[in-house]
């Protein structure tokens, strides 16, 4: 046993050799050989600790981009929700729910809404006051030229209208009709299968809410829009002057009633409510009054083609005007401005807007113009159930019957409605030069509004 290992030496077993030389290179090869046994695991550690790494910064930076992309949709603020979903009620908005009642709904996303939106009801009714506008020297009410208030028939003096004997069953003979429609499977027209998700946002901008009450109202360009809005900003509180509301529809100047932003409208929700917005509009439209008004069909046509072209309309005449000229009337050089224009003869005529209307080419491009698109397009009416469907031929009765269903008969009246200079009776001379083809054509373009809202077929116009 004496001649025993000279021992470990640091994990290397040392032998004896021949020689000093021999020793150390003997050792420094089973140092090399041990080393290189070490090195496989040491790698894959390293390999796992970058792929960590790396997999921690990529993760971080999807968080980041969610945040913000989240954030963007909801808005710092608009992190509040801006009304409750309580029954509507006269100047006393979002009471709580009562027990029992069959109205609200129970399911647990909307039990959180409801706790969302009544801790933010003060914060809604100052809101609703923030908009001022500069307030007036004189009067309000639109100060309009002979030629204007020939084109835009406005009359500004009160008149009864025709009483019938019976406004709530011809409502709902309305109301029955539309149904009755949209039901029928063997009455087609584009877009009416589709569902209400199915709606894009950009297509529910006609759709003006009032919370303070629970209403909703979709607005039709030329049939006495201007006026429901201003009944509607009344109602909402959405625009004051000097701090305080309006209550007189009339003293609202005409330019801030068409401004997009004095009204809270459907398409807005996804900026605020991100993806809650369709939840909220369905909760909405089921628990809110819901109204529209429209008119005959080929009467608010003429309506739209008078007051956008008859008129020096600066807008409508480069946008529309001006290629209505050139494709339909081959001019090839046309006045800078519309003032020049008419100054040199140069309007478009009846029979060039209806080319416009019925060309394919047209809404290739972009889609009709809120003035003549059709009612169905804009309001959606097989999708959404209205409560109460008006009628430019009876505004006086009817507004008189949907202010006392609203319940805020005693906060306002509807401002005194003009009397139409468009009327039913004209369409015969408008359409006299325009092709028996065309005027069958244009009918099929909007028969569903014709349908729908129970306006008889022109048969005059579209006989031999």
Same mark, same amino acid.
């Given at each position: 046993?004496?001649?025993?290992?000279?021992?470990?030496?640091?994990?290397?077993?040392?032998?004896?050799?021949?020689?000093?030389?021999?020793?150390?290179?003997?050792?420094?090869?089973?140092?090399?050989?041990?080393?290189?046994?070490?090195?496989?695991?040491?790698?894959?550690?390293?390999?796992?600790?970058?792929?960590?790494?790396?997999?921690?910064?990529?993760?971080? #930076?999807?968080?980041?981009?969610? &945040?913000?992309?989240?954030?963007?949709?909801?808005?710092?603020?608009?992190?509040?929700?801006?009304?409750?979903?309580?029954?509507?009620? &006269?100047?006393?908005? *979002?009471?709580?729910?009562?027990?029992?009642?069959?109205?609200?709904?129970?399911?647990?996303?909307?039990?959180?809404?409801?706790?969302?939106?009544?801790?933010?009801? !003060?914060?809604? %009714?100052?809101?609703?006051?923030?908009?001022?506008?500069?307030?007036?020297? +004189?009067?309000?009410?639109?100060?309009?030229?002979?030629?204007?208030?020939? @084109?835009?028939? /406005?009359?500004?003096?009160?008149?009864?209208?025709?009483?019938?004997?019976?406004?709530?069953?011809?409502?709902?003979?309305?109301?029955?009709?539309?149904?009755?429609?949209?039901?029928?499977?063997?009455?087609?027209?584009?877009?009416?299968?589709?569902?209400?998700?199915?709606?894009?946002?950009?297509?529910?901008?006609?759709?003006? @809410?009032?919370?303070?009450?629970?209403? %909703? /109202?979709? /607005? #039709?360009?030329?049939?006495?829009?201007?006026? =429901?809005?201003?009944?509607?900003?009344?109602?909402?509180?959405?625009?004051?002057?000097?701090?305080?509301?309006?209550?007189?529809?009339?003293?609202?100047?005409?330019?801030?009633?068409?401004?997009?932003?004095?009204?809270?409208?459907?398409?807005?929700? =996804?900026?605020?409510?991100?993806?809650?917005?369709?939840?909220?509009?369905?909760?909405?439209?089921?628990?809110?009054?819901? *109204?529209?008004? @429209?008119?005959?069909?080929?009467?608010?046509? &003429?309506?739209?083609?008078?007051?956008?072209?008859?008129?020096?309309?600066?807008?409508?005449?480069?946008?529309?005007? #001006?290629?209505?000229?050139?494709?339909?009337?081959?001019?090839?050089?046309?006045?800078?401005?519309?003032?020049? +224009?008419?100054?040199?003869?140069?309007?478009?005529?009846? +029979?060039?807007?209806?080319?416009?209307?019925?060309?394919?080419?047209?809404?290739?491009?972009?889609?009709?113009?809120?003035?003549?698109?059709?009612?169905?397009?804009?309001?959606?009416?097989?999708? %959404?159930?209205?409560?109460?469907?008006?009628?430019?031929?009876?505004?006086?009765?009817?507004?008189?019957?949907?202010?006392?269903?609203?319940?805020?008969?005693?906060?306002?009246?509807?401002?005194?409605?003009?009397?139409?200079?468009?009327?039913?009776? =004209?369409?015969?001379?408008?359409?006299?030069? %325009?092709?028996?083809?065309?005027?069958?054509?244009?009918?099929?373009?909007?028969?569903?509004?014709?349908?729908?809202?129970?306006?008889? !077929?022109?048969?005059?116009?579209?006989?031999?």
């Amino acid at each position: 046993m004496a001649d025993s290992p000279e021992g470990v030496r640091g994990g290397v077993i040392a032998t004896p050799q021949a020689s000093s030389e021999g020793s150390v290179w003997s050792l420094q090869e089973a140092e090399v050989k041990g080393s290189g046994e070490e090195a496989p695991a040491s790698m894959d550690t390293m390999t796992k600790s970058r792929f960590f790494r790396l997999w921690l910064v990529l993760g971080s #930076v999807f968080m980041i981009l969610l &945040i913000i992309v989240y954030w963007d949709n909801m808005g710092t603020a608009h992190l509040y929700l801006h009304t409750s979903l309580s029954r509507p009620h &006269i100047l006393q908005p *979002f009471p709580s729910p009562k027990p029992g009642d069959g109205k609200y709904f129970t399911a647990s996303i909307e039990e959180i809404l409801e706790k969302l939106l009544s801790a933010h009801a !003060k914060q809604n %009714i100052l809101l609703g006051r923030k908009v001022e506008q500069p307030s007036l020297l +004189a009067s309000s009410k639109p100060v309009l030229s002979n030629m204007e208030e020939s @084109v835009r028939g /406005y009359d500004w003096s009160s008149h009864d209208a025709q009483q019938s004997p019976d406004p709530d069953g011809r409502q709902a003979e309305r109301r029955s009709v539309l149904r009755g429609f949209c039901a029928n499977a063997s009455f087609v027209f584009p877009a009416k299968e589709r569902s209400f998700d199915d709606i894009p946002n950009y297509e529910l901008n006609h759709l003006i @809410v009032d919370d303070r009450h629970g209403v %909703i /109202y979709c /607005y #039709v360009p030329k049939v006495a829009c201007t006026n =429901w809005k201003r009944v509607m900003i009344v109602l909402s509180q959405s625009l004051s002057d000097q701090g305080t509301p309006y209550r007189d529809p009339l003293d609202i100047p005409r330019e801030y009633v068409h401004n997009s932003s004095t009204h809270l409208t459907f398409n807005k929700f =996804w900026r605020r409510y991100g993806k809650f917005s369709r939840h909220l509009m369905k909760v909405k439209l089921k628990k809110y009054t819901k *109204f529209l008004f @429209v008119r005959d069909p080929f009467v608010r046509l &003429i309506s739209a083609f008078r007051s956008k072209f008859e008129l020096e309309n600066e807008e409508f005449y480069q946008k529309f005007a #001006v290629p209505m000229l050139k494709r339909y009337s081959n001019h090839t050089s046309l006045p800078k401005s519309v003032s020049e +224009a008419f100054s040199a003869g140069l309007r478009v005529s009846f +029979a060039n807007f209806i080319q416009y209307l019925l060309d394919p080419h047209t809404e290739k491009l972009a889609p009709f113009n809120e003035h003549w698109r059709q009612v169905h397009r804009l309001c959606h009416p097989c999708q %959404i159930d209205y409560d109460f469907v008006g009628k430019l031929e009876t505004l006086d009765q009817d507004a008189t019957q949907l202010l006392r269903l609203l319940k805020v008969d005693r906060l306002l009246q509807f401002p005194p409605s003009y009397r139409n200079r468009t009327a039913s009776s =004209w369409e015969e001379g408008w359409f006299a030069k %325009i092709p028996l083809a065309w005027r069958r054509q244009l009918y099929k373009l909007y028969e569903a509004d014709f349908v729908l809202f129970g306006y008889p !077929k022109p048969e005059n116009l579209l006989r031999d």
